[in-house]
């Protein structure tokens, strides 16, 4: 599937803020592959609400982590077709993912504080 058609599509974000409550925002796909991830800023791109690193990020480190621990590969797909189906809908929200179990080595990895430095797709 060519995922490249799902970049500059408008989303609603329900995300957790620090109280734990969904805070509703707009945002943009400024980026989506399979196997480089997904990356979601606000509606103006100033700001980064969501990134999910896939195998084949730039970033060296991440090769390494995902060559060395299967658990995070199967982690990775898992989240990657839900945050999809989210994007196909119009709607990406934290509640869709948070029953799947992050594995034990990489707690938060690719969601948590998404910056241009850890997004795939930074602007």
Partial sequence: ?????????LITCLFRNGRDELEKSHGIVTGCDEDLGITIMNHRKTEYLFCLIGPSAPNKDTKKLYKEDEELLEYYKKMFNVVIKGIERGVVSDEDYEGIEEPQSQRGFGV??????TCPFAQ
Wanted: proline content about 7%; overall charge negative.
């Fill in 112 to 117: 948590n504080d998404p910056s241009e430095e």
């Fill in 1 to 9: 599937m060519d995922y490249e058609t799902y970049e500059g599509r």
